[in-house]
């Protein structure tokens, strides 16, 4: 241990040797170019984005290849699902790192100290309530879902799998999200690489090895996600002595309790009611097997490149809701906005970049995913299948930059600390995804699927874009205001 407190930089009373990495790692997006700043914080966190869509993937490559595509699929159509009770937790947890970034732009250490250790009792208290929920309800929210029943023992034990490790989800999404809200979106990275190569390790030996296959690939994930908590809490523990937490931190205060749960529960409803379209656009999508049997197998594959094309844009996202958080909470609103400006233009690139790597590489994942040596029924109809998932990734393609304004727009409501108007957003967006996904669906089959989505980011930007104006204008209006007053008191 004293090893490692000399290597971190630390004497032998704990305390940093030298202040100057502080202004490095703990990073103040209160000062400076918001473009600089913006993009700087959001590349980590894009790359973080993409090893942990690795986590999945990698899963559903080795089942597809090893297993069948059946497999692949029953693993793949569990999304939704995962999306539902997933987004409700990691909602809740970006809703309490808004709380840090907002007492660490507010420069209050112990506030931010005590905001940290509220965010550590809330998280396990909720994942304690929600794995015990998840878990004896997986085979019903299947049903639910009317999931093909060549695909149902894939999708539940894998499902089942993942809902007993949603403690380790949590832990690591509070601990990632500390790191985020003071500046540092670079350590989150470097531990979920080493979690990423290791749940690859893993995937080999409990799939290939020891022939668990689809339980293999979700307890391979778990296994990794709690290796990547545990270690990113003692590094943050050690690095930062501003975040060394104490007894007296955990106190339990109802009004901090309460300041957490504003924030975060508006944000993870926001994300299970998105999660809940999901639902019911992956329902209308299984209504199809009978007739479009492909289709379900093209859906479950395109859809996992699709989500590592518009990780940019959620990058994005975190970014603007660590920048608006840390600002709102210096009162330095005018840089709030200029942050959502510069976000707009990086949303128009990070489209772009989607788009290409969607027509440049499509094809070639498509292909990874899906092997059609493995299953006979896949090999007679493989090329359909690769037509279907074409179509998707070049259809949703030319919508990303709905998809990203959202991003920006929400995150920065959400930073400011409007997640309610967030959560309304989440509603438009279920309106709009469910009512094309029965309506267009019924109409256009496979390309209602399709274009259910960004019928549901649309609805979402008119409110989203609408509300943020509306409140910063009630801001500017308020600021001014109270600069009149001071200037009449002055006189």
Not at 5 to 22: C, P, S
Not at 40 to 45: D, E, K, Q, S, Y
Request: with cysteine.
């Amino acid at each position: 241990m004293k090893v490692l407190y000399y290597v971190l930089g630390f004497g032998r009373n704990g305390v940093r040797k030298t202040e100057a990495f502080r202004g490095i790692v703990m990073k103040d997006l209160t000062k400076g170019n918001p473009y600089k700043l913006i993009l700087l914080f959001a590349l980590p966190v894009f790359l973080g984005c993409v090893f942990q869509q690795l986590y999945s993937m990698v899963d559903t490559v080795i089942v597809g290849n090893t297993v069948s595509a059946s497999a692949f699929t029953g693993v793949g159509l569990t999304g939704p699902l995962t999306f539902l009770i997933l987004g409700f937790v990691n909602g809740l947890t970006a809703g309490f790192s808004v709380r840090v970034a907002q007492r660490f732009g507010a420069d209050d250490k112990d506030g931010m100290r005590k905001a940290a250790a509220m965010s550590f009792m809330l998280g396990a208290i909720i994942a304690a309530a929600i794995t015990a929920l998840s878990v004896p309800l997986t085979a019903q929210l299947l049903r639910l879902m009317d999931t093909p029943a060549e695909f149902f023992d894939y999708a539940y034990y894998y499902l089942f799998t993942v809902f007993c490790g949603i403690g380790a989800t949590v832990f690591y999404n509070l601990v990632a999200g500390i790191l985020r809200a003071i500046g540092d979106s670079k350590t989150p990275l470097y531990f979920l690489i080493a979690s990423a190569v290791l749940n690859v390790g893993l995937d080999f030996a409990f799939i290939v090895g020891l022939k668990m296959h689809y339980c293999g690939a979700a307890l391979a994930t778990v296994l990794s996600q709690v290796l990547a908590g545990a270690v990113c809490f003692a590094y943050m523990l050690l690095r930062y002595p501003e975040l060394r937490l104490q007894r007296s931190d955990f106190r339990w205060s109802w009004k901090l309790a309460g300041g957490h749960v504003a924030v975060g529960v508006p944000m993870a409803l926001q994300f299970s009611i998105t999660a809940v379209g999901c639902i019911f656009q992956q329902t209308a999508l299984n209504g199809l097997n009978d007739k479009l049997a492909v289709a379900v197998t093209a859906y479950a594959a395109a859809a996992k490149i699709d989500a590592l094309a518009t990780q940019t844009l959620i990058a994005l996202g975190t970014a603007m809701a660590t920048f608006a958080g840390q600002n709102s909470g210096a009162g330095r609103y005018d840089r709030v906005r200029k942050g959502v400006r510069v976000g707009i233009v990086y949303t128009l690139a990070c489209a772009a970049l989607g788009i290409a790597f969607c027509q440049g590489l499509g094809t070639v994942l498509l292909k990874l995913f899906l092997n059609p040596e493995t299953d006979p029924a896949l090999a007679l109809r493989y090329e359909e299948v690769l037509g279907y998932g074409k179509q998707y990734l070049f259809v949703r393609g030319w919508f990303y930059v709905s998809l990203g304004l959202i991003h920006v727009y929400r995150n920065a409501l959400q930073g400011i600390g409007k997640s309610a108007l967030a959560m309304i957003a989440g509603v438009t967006e279920l309106a709009g995804r469910s009512l094309a996904s029965f309506v267009m669906v019924g109409a256009w089959g496979f390309l209602g699927v399709i274009l259910s989505d960004p019928t549901a980011w649309i609805a979402a930007d008119i409110f989203l874009i609408a509300a943020y104006y509306v409140v910063m204008a009630r801001i500017a209006k308020k600021d001014n205001e109270c600069a009149n007053e001071a200037v009449s008191v002055e006189g």
